[in-house]
């Protein structure tokens, strides 16, 4: 079964420092997407990061970073430097084929607080 | 720039009512969603379409129907109202329907009540 698992609901850090928020993903597909998104508490999601499958390199943008991990099924979004505006709920997601489309498949979110 | 535009953002229907959810993006955007938010559960897709004319059903599409004449504009009705289509809906495009990169664009979401 196609499963995304986020294991934290919810998460402290301390604001200036990396916080590194796990997402495991489970398909027999060998060609998939995966993605982070930022929900603040306004409701819009806000996509932060993407990594494909075939990717040898973990994704980067600015301040985000993903840890792939193909052989573990594991997609960990790192927040560096956090600042108080990062608190928010973040979600993983896996973009598989569905039908003649794809779809996204979305864990339950961590919602991280960030401590001035 | 507009995006994913949904309308409306808040709405209170008793049961037994029908409404329309409207969607429209401006980025030429062949695939188009809705999905459904609901607490602890994440999102989950309603409808898909990749083109105008085309439309399929997602995971959760029992209550809800969708049409797509235009590639703007992709609404989503509910035919009757229920207690459990309580929720907060997101529409949300794509450039790309059938790969894997590709952002996906989410409208600001649109929160329904049913009484």
């Known amino acids: 079964a196609q499963k995304i698992t986020q294991t934290q609901p919810g998460m402290f850090v301390q604001e200036k420092e990396a916080v590194t928020l796990d997402c495991t993903y489970d398909?027999?597909?060998?060609?998939?997407?995966l993605f982070w998104y930022k929900q603040p508490s306004s409701g819009e999601m806000i996509f932060l990061i993407y990594q494909g499958s075939y990717d040898e390199q973990n994704a980067t943008e600015g301040r985000y970073s993903l840890n792939f991990q193909k052989a573990r099924k594991s997609a960990n979004l790192v927040i560096s430097a956090s600042q108080l505006g990062d608190s928010a709920m973040y979600f993983c997601?896996?973009?598989?084929?569905?039908?003649?489309?794809?779809?996204?498949?979305f864990g339950q979110g961590t919602e991280l607080s960030v401590k001035p | 720039n507009a995006g994913v535009t949904q309308t409306p953002k808040f709405q209170v229907l008793k049961t037994g009512q029908s409404m329309t959810l409207q969607c429209a993006q401006d980025m030429n955007h062949e695939y188009m969603s809705w999905y459904r938010q609901d607490p602890g559960m994440g999102l989950r897709l309603i409808h898909y379409?990749?083109?105008?004319?085309?439309?399929d059903q997602g995971e959760v599409p029992n209550g809800y129907n969708v049409s797509r004449s235009t590639t703007e504009d992709f609404p989503l009705r509910l035919l009757s109202a229920a207690p459990s289509q309580t929720s907060v809906y997101f529409c949300?495009?794509?450039?790309?329907?059938?790969?894997?990169?590709?952002?996906?664009?989410f409208g600001e979401g649109s929160r329904l009540t049913v009484l």
């Open positions: 997601a896996m973009r598989v084929l569905y039908n003649q489309g794809g779809k996204l498949i």
């Open positions: 949300a495009s794509s450039s790309r329907p059938q790969g894997f990169t590709g952002e996906l664009f």
């Open positions: 398909t027999s597909d060998q060609s998939y997407g």
């Open positions: 379409s990749v083109g105008a004319g085309i439309t």
